[in-house]
């Protein structure tokens, strides 16, 4: 994996530019070619979704930015080190597991009201 200093930004307007130029690096012709069996099997080499399990999207959901409440919450240390140690974004992302057990105990409940409501 790369650092910083190895990401490039290029609007869309560059992308389209360089691709008209012929600078684009990918092998369209490679990707249009290949087989399901293919994608599968180069998605399963991909580090990155190493730990995706395989049925992932049959309960994912579309993350949408809505407005959010400033708190304090204290945390056990290594679970906070543990998201942090994910990148820019780890607040984000511990917001979505929230979010994730928090569907799953309504679904659960019914959609009825919270924990330790009558």
């Known amino acids: 994996m790369g650092n910083d200093a190895d990401i490039k930004r290029y609007s869309a307007e560059e992308l389209h530019a360089m691709r008209a130029r012929g600078e684009s690096r990918s092998d369209w012709a490679r990707v249009r070619g290949m087989t399901e ?5 180069s998605i399963a080499k991909d580090p990155d979704w190493k730990d995706v399990p395989a049925n992932w999207h049959d309960t ?4 949408r930015p809505g407005p959010k409440k400033l708190i304090s919450l204290r945390i056990d240390e290594d679970i906070v080190e543990w998201f942090r140690a994910s990148g820019p974004g780890y607040q984000t992302w511990m917001n979505a597991v929230l979010r994730a ?3 799953e105990q309504k679904k659960k409940q019914g959609s009825g009201p919270g924990p330790g409501k009558p």
């Open 37 to 41: 069996a293919d994608l599968e099997q």
């Open 101 to 103: 057990y928090v569907m």
């Open 60 to 63: 994912a959901l579309p993350v």
